[in-house]
Antibody
Framework: EVQVVESGGGWVQPGRSLRLSCAAS????????MHWVRQAPGKGLEWVSS????????GFADSVKGRFIISRDNARNSLFLQMNSLRTEDTALYYC??????????????WGQGTLVTVSS | EMVLTQSPATLSVSPGERVTLSCRAS??????LAWHQQKPGQAPRLLIY???TRATDIPARFSGSGSGTEFTLTISSLQSEDFAVYYC?????????FGGGTKVEIK
């Protein structure tokens, strides 16, 4: 069964950092691009960041560019999101999603259950 | 940035009815459009990709159509488990974008 499971969320003060992880199973992780998508409480879905199969192509939403870093470890079937200089507007449920291709803009084939990040003083 | 506009925002429907949801793109996305379903308290789930291809294990009552800038998701006979929010998503260009969603609620 294709599955992705996020972890690492929690409460953090504005300006601080947090690192999210996503563990993948049930598919050849290194063959697919991976993505982070977030959903603020009561709001819609917002794409955050993407990384190609080998990490060679990376993209970010303007709202997080320069503050967030995406990375992956194909040997460990894991995806990461390093979130720095967090703001209250970054409060959201963060989903890890498997892409439909190895690189480039992609649909989201499989979603995790999400990990909640709360940024508040 | 590609803007996706979904309509209506909310749809009140009785079980068994046929449902049609709309998604309009601000510029062409070719057929690089997906539909996702999100039930309350759950993660989204991919329903349709490539505008009209059902994802794995998605029932045949769900169908997608359209190309270019106009797309439709149709549920032929709404079941109780289909009450949810539906989002369209384009993957023709960066940044990846979603529509604002259509909530399908019980009438």
């Amino acid at each position: 069964e294709v599955q992705v499971v996020e972890s690492g969320g929690g409460w953090v003060q504005p300006g601080r950092s947090l690192r999210l992880s996503c563990a993948a199973s049930g598919f050849t992780f290194g063959d697919y691009a991976m993505h982070w998508v977030r959903q603020a409480p009561g709001k819609g879905l917002e794409w955050v960041s993407s990384i190609s199969w080998n990490g060679g192509n990376i993209g970010f939403a303007d709202s997080v560019k320069g503050r967030f870093i995406i990375s992956r470890d194909n040997a460990r079937n894991s995806l990461f999101l390093q979130m720095n200089s967090l703001r209250t507007e970054d409060t959201a449920l963060y989903y890890c999603a498997k892409g439909g291709s190895f690189v480039g803009p992609s649909r989201f084939d499989c979603w995790g259950q999400g990990t909640l990040v709360t940024v508040s003083s | 940035e590609m803007v996706l506009t979904q309509s209506p925002a909310t749809l009140s429907v009785s079980p068994g009815e046929r449902v049609t949801l709309s998604c309009r793109a601000s510029q062409t996305v070719n057929n690089n459009l997906a539909w996702h379903q999100q039930k309350p308290g759950q993660a989204p789930r991919l329903l349709i990709y490539g505008a009209s291809t059902r994802a794995t294990d998605i029932p045949a009552r769900f169908s997608g159509s359209g190309s270019g800038t106009e797309f439709t998701l149709t549920i032929s006979s709404l079941q109780s488990e289909d009450f949810a929010v539906y989002y369209c998503q384009q993957y023709n260009n960066w940044p990846l974008t979603f529509g604002g969603g259509t909530k399908v609620e019980i009438k």
